[in-house]
C-alpha cells in the first residue's frame, strides 16, 4: 500500500473527494489506499465483480472501453480527477459491463465498496453527493453517444485531445493512430489523415506514442461543443468538481 497522492489539506488529488464535507471525508478517509497505477493497466474486465472503487489523482486517467463484435473496444468517456470509477452508486459485487482501462498513469487512491456502503449509510449528504456525480457520469455518456452519431472524425479527435489536455494539465497526451482510431470507432487511416492535418497547420506535433498540443485555442476551435456540454453539467450539478484549465 503507497501512500495516497495528497493535494491540498492533505486529501488525495481528486476532485470528488476534496470536496466532501468534512464530516463525510472523515468516514471514508481512514479507509483510503494509496495505489500508483501504470498506463493501460485493467481494473475491470466485462463480468468482472465490482469490489473496489478508484479514484484518479493528479493527471491520471481512465477510459471506458466497450467491445464491439469485430474485436475493436470503442471508448465511451473519460474520466480524470473529477471522479471515480467502479460500484459508485451499486450495492457492489455486480458484475462490470465493461472494460475500464488505465489510459494516463498516475497516482490513485481506492475504496472498497463496502466501506463507500457503510459510510453512505451513515451520511445522506454523502449518499447524495456519488447519485449527483453519478448523474453527471451519466450525462457524459449520454453526450458521447450523440457526438459519435453527429460530429465529424475532426471534431471528435479534437474534443477528445482538449477534454485530456484538460484533465491532466499537461500539453502532452499519451495517444497513438492506432490507439485514436480504435477509440474513435473508424480506420487508422481517417483519423492519421487527421492528425497530419493538425500537424501541417501547426496545432499539434507527434512523437513516439503521444501528441504535443502547440496551439491549444485553433484545437479548441476544431472541436464539437460536447466537452462543453459536459463541464456545463458538471458545473450545475457538482459545481467545482471538474478540472479547471491550467
Same mark, same amino acid.
Given at each position: 500500500?503507497?501512500a495516497p497522492c495528497?493535494?491540498r489539506?492533505d486529501?488525495?488529488?481528486?476532485n470528488?473527494l476534496r470536496?466532501?464535507r468534512e464530516?463525510d471525508?472523515a468516514?471514508?478517509g481512514p479507509?483510503?489506499e494509496?495505489?500508483?497505477q ?9 463480468g468482472?465483480?465490482?469490489e473496489?472503487?478508484?479514484f484518479?489523482?493528479g ?6 472501453? &466497450?467491445a ?5 473496444? &470503442?471508448?465511451?468517456i473519460?474520466v ?8 459508485i ?5 455486480l458484475?462490470a459491463?465493461c472494460?475500464?482501462v488505465v489510459?494516463y498513469?498516475?497516482p490513485f487512491?481506492r475504496l472498497r465498496?463496502?466501506?463507500?456502503e457503510?459510510a ?5 449528504t454523502l449518499?447524495y453527493?456519488f447519485a449527483?456525480?453519478?448523474d453527471?457520469?451519466i ?9 459519435n452519431?453527429v460530429?465529424s472524425?475532426?471534431?471528435r ?6 477534454s ?7 500539453s ?10 480504435t477509440m474513435?470507432g473508424?480506420g487508422?487511416?481517417y483519423t492519421?489523415r ?5 500537424k501541417a497547420e501547426?496545432?499539434?506535433a ?5 501528441v504535443?498540443v502547440r ?12 466537452n462543453e456540454?459536459v463541464?456545463?453539467h458538471f458545473?450545475?450539478?457538482l459545481?467545482?468538481?471538474y478540472? &479547471?484549465? &491550467?
Amino acid at each position: 500500500m503507497g501512500a495516497p497522492c495528497t493535494g491540498r489539506d492533505d486529501r488525495p488529488d481528486n476532485n470528488l473527494l476534496r470536496t466532501l464535507r468534512e464530516a463525510d471525508y472523515a468516514l471514508v478517509g481512514p479507509y483510503l489506499e494509496g495505489a500508483a497505477q501504470p498506463g493501460n493497466q485493467l481494473l475491470y474486465s466485462p463480468g468482472d465483480n465490482v469490489e473496489m472503487v478508484h479514484f484518479p489523482c493528479g493527471p491520471s486517467l481512465v477510459s471506458y472501453l &466497450v467491445a464491439n463484435e469485430d474485436g475493436r473496444d &470503442v471508448e465511451t468517456i473519460l474520466v480524470g480527477r473529477e471522479g471515480a470509477v467502479g460500484g459508485i452508486v451499486s450495492q457492489g459485487h455486480l458484475p462490470a459491463y465493461c472494460r475500464i482501462v488505465v489510459k494516463y498513469g498516475g497516482p490513485f487512491v481506492r475504496l472498497r465498496v463496502v466501506q463507500l456502503e457503510a459510510a453512505k449509510a451513515q451520511s445522506l449528504t454523502l449518499r447524495y453527493l456519488f447519485a449527483r456525480y453519478a448523474d453527471c457520469l451519466i450525462a457524459q455518456v449520454f453526450q458521447s453517444t450523440a457526438c459519435n452519431a453527429v460530429h465529424s472524425i475532426e471534431q471528435r479527435t479534437a474534443k477528445w485531445i482538449v477534454s485530456a489536455l484538460e484533465r491532466t494539465g499537461d500539453s502532452v497526451v499519451p495517444l497513438t493512430h492506432e490507439q485514436l482510431s480504435t477509440m474513435l470507432g473508424v480506420g487508422r487511416s481517417y483519423t492519421s489523415r487527421v492528425i497530419q492535418g493538425f500537424k501541417a497547420e501547426g496545432i499539434l506535433a507527434t512523437r513516439r506514442g503521444a501528441v504535443t498540443v502547440r496551439d491549444i485555442d485553433a484545437l479548441k476551435a476544431r472541436a464539437c461543443l460536447c466537452n462543453e456540454a459536459v463541464k456545463s453539467h458538471f458545473d450545475a450539478v457538482l459545481r467545482g468538481v471538474y478540472p &479547471v484549465e &491550467v
